[in-house]
């Protein structure tokens, strides 16, 4: 693993520290909770205004699609300078693709990959201007972690596809003006053989979208439904039923455009501060040993998640295809976020309850917010059991359960 950073590589994270802080600060105020995620912005009208001021800023410098050629409006810039971005933003908890995050990080690259030029030319640069926002439509009642068993139906009809069905945790849905939608057109086919990937205007009749509001208060997903819903045909990316394959591909976009991506740092590093300005079993609970053991080990555990990141940009850099890093890292850092927070809780005792705007509520209801939120980040984006099975089969070797 090479530690080294050119001149150039330097030079480039001074001044996209100095623009991401400035920036920031305008934009976001300067004692603000984690934002890196835009789906969790989704429910709020003033947080969701200054997430669009972020994406647009972003994209004016240059910085919103460093992954995407030039060709298509990107930085076309290289794994390091990607790698420098997402710590520089992850470090001051930062939404890292503005307000597009579906679109910049995979639904584009996917369009790049597999779809026409003139499904290129007509939605790729309006995810960069964030004219049009994106959501992803997987989920439903019943196919999540199975996702293969997925029923929303789709049916020909001259040139249009007629979509019926639901879909659920649809992050975003609320905002999004348009959606990849895996559908099932051929009932009779093997599971993974009958699904389709359609391009569908989340504007369209028959499109009801339903707010879910989590137990943090927010609402960051959406139940949705459709009802007849007509898409044409040339919305169609990749083949008819193969949009099984379709999807791999947007997931190996995910992974070759990131690795781990949680702000779990920032976490810990506020956690510190906070075992500052509170007292643990009658002393200042940064001078007690058991708090100061915790707090080495979680920074311990978040150095090696990011040496387990340069590991994997190593083997990138050396041409070699990412492996089930991607899993690795989801798993490590949603998991030590849970326990980082649950430790707040610990330290915080009966203050932890106390939520944001409540009388006494420590660092503003933060560590309550964060409590509540962690738990939804070890289901998002394949469950954490399902990246076990997914080490214990693919890496580890274990026969299947
Ligand atoms: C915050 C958030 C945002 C999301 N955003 C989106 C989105 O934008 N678009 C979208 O399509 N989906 C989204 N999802 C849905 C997410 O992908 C699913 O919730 C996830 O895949 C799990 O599916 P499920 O909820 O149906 O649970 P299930 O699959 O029913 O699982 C229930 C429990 O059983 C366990 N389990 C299931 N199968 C196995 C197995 N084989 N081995 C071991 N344990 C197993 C699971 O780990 C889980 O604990 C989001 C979810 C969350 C929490």
């Given at each position: 693993?090479?530690?080294?950073?050119?001149?150039?590589?330097?030079?480039?994270?001074?001044?996209?520290?100095?623009?991401?802080?400035?920036?920031?600060?305008?934009?976001?105020?300067?004692?603000?909770?984690?934002?890196?995620?835009?789906?969790?912005?989704?429910?709020?009208?003033?947080?969701?205004?200054?997430?669009?001021?972020?994406?647009?800023?972003?994209?004016?410098?240059?910085?919103?699609?460093?992954?995407?050629?030039?060709?298509?409006?990107?930085?076309?810039?290289?794994?390091?300078?990607?790698?420098?971005?997402?710590?520089?933003?992850?470090?001051?908890?930062?939404?890292?693709?503005?307000?597009?995050?579906?679109a910049i990080d995979r639904i584009g690259p996917t369009l790049m990959f597999v779809g026409n030029d003139e499904q290129r030319r007509?939605?790729?640069?309006?995810?960069?201007?964030?004219?049009?926002?994106?959501?992803?439509?997987?989920?439903?009642?019943?196919?999540?972690?199975?996702?293969?068993?997925?029923?929303?139906?789709?049916?020909?009809?001259?040139?249009?596809?007629?979509?019926?069905?639901?879909?659920?945790?649809?992050?975003?849905?609320?905002?999004?003006?348009?959606?990849?939608?895996?559908?099932?057109?051929?009932?009779?086919?093997?599971?993974?053989?009958?699904?389709?990937?359609?391009?569908?205007?989340?504007?369209?009749?028959?499109?009801?979208?339903?707010?879910?509001?989590?137990?943090?208060?927010?609402?960051?997903?959406?139940?949705?439904?459709?009802?007849?819903?007509?898409?044409?045909?040339?919305?169609?990316?990749?083949?008819?039923?193969?949009?099984?394959?379709?999807?791999?591909?947007?997931?190996?976009?995910?992974?070759?455009?990131?690795?781990?991506?949680?702000?779990?740092?920032?976490?810990?590093?506020?956690?510190?501060?906070?075992?500052?300005?509170?007292?643990?079993?009658?002393?200042?609970?940064?001078?007690?040993?058991?708090?100061?053991?915790?707090?080495?080990?979680?920074?311990?555990?978040?150095?090696?998640?990011?040496?387990?990141?340069?590991?994997?940009?190593?083997?990138?850099?050396?041409?070699?295809?990412?492996?089930?890093?991607?899993?690795?890292?989801?798993?490590?850092?949603?998991?030590?976020?849970?326990?980082?927070?649950?430790?707040?809780?610990?330290?915080?005792?009966?203050?932890?309850?106390?939520?944001?705007?409540?009388?006494?509520?420590?660092?503003?209801?933060?560590?309550?917010?964060?409590?509540?939120?962690?738990?939804?980040?070890?289901?998002?984006?394949?469950s954490n059991e399902i990246q076990h099975n997914i080490i214990g089969e693919r890496v580890l070797k274990l026969p299947k359960g």
């Amino acid at each position: 693993m090479d530690f080294s950073y050119t001149p150039e590589q330097d030079a480039f994270r001074a001044r996209l520290r100095e623009w991401l802080e400035r920036n920031a600060t305008e934009v976001f105020g300067s004692n603000r909770e984690a934002l890196s995620s835009s789906a969790t912005l989704a429910g709020d009208d003033d947080r969701w205004r200054r997430v669009m001021e972020w994406h647009r800023r972003l994209y004016k410098a240059g910085y919103l699609a460093l992954h995407w050629p030039k060709e298509w409006g990107g930085a076309g810039a290289g794994l390091v300078e990607q790698s420098i971005y997402q710590d520089e933003a992850l470090r001051l908890g930062l939404p890292l693709y503005g307000a597009n995050q579906l679109a910049i990080d995979r639904i584009g690259p996917t369009l790049m990959f597999v779809g026409n030029d003139e499904q290129r030319r007509r939605y790729l640069p309006k995810m960069l201007t964030g004219e049009e926002i994106w959501c992803q439509g997987y989920s439903e009642p019943n196919a999540g972690s199975d996702l293969a068993s997925l029923q929303t139906r789709a049916v020909i009809d001259g040139d249009d596809f007629i979509i019926n069905g639901q879909k659920v945790w649809t992050s975003m849905a609320q905002r999004a003006d348009w959606q990849v939608l895996l559908v099932r057109i051929d009932p009779n086919a093997p599971r993974h053989k009958g699904i389709s990937y359609l391009l569908v205007d989340m504007h369209s009749p028959g499109i009801t979208v339903r707010p879910l509001v989590q137990m943090t208060g927010e609402a960051g997903f959406n139940e949705v439904f459709y009802d007849n819903v007509r898409v044409p045909r040339k919305n169609l990316v990749g083949e008819l039923n193969q949009g099984w394959k379709v999807s791999l591909a947007t997931l190996m976009y995910e992974r070759v455009s990131g690795g781990t991506r949680h702000p779990v740092e920032r976490a810990i590093n506020e956690l510190i501060e906070l075992a500052t300005k509170v007292n643990f079993d009658g002393v200042p609970a940064s001078q007690h040993p058991y708090v100061r053991q915790k707090l080495a080990q979680f920074a311990i555990e978040s150095r090696c998640l990011r040496l387990s990141r340069y590991r994997s940009l190593t083997a990138q850099l050396k041409g070699k295809m990412p492996g089930a890093e991607g899993s690795f890292g989801k798993l490590f850092a949603t998991d030590l976020n849970l326990r980082v927070a649950m430790f707040a809780d610990e330290l915080l005792g009966a203050y932890a309850s106390l939520a944001r705007g409540s009388l006494g509520a420590v660092d503003d209801g933060r560590w309550a917010h964060r409590m509540l939120g962690a738990r939804a980040l070890t289901i998002a984006a394949g469950s954490n059991e399902i990246q076990h099975n997914i080490i214990g089969e693919r890496v580890l070797k274990l026969p299947k359960g």
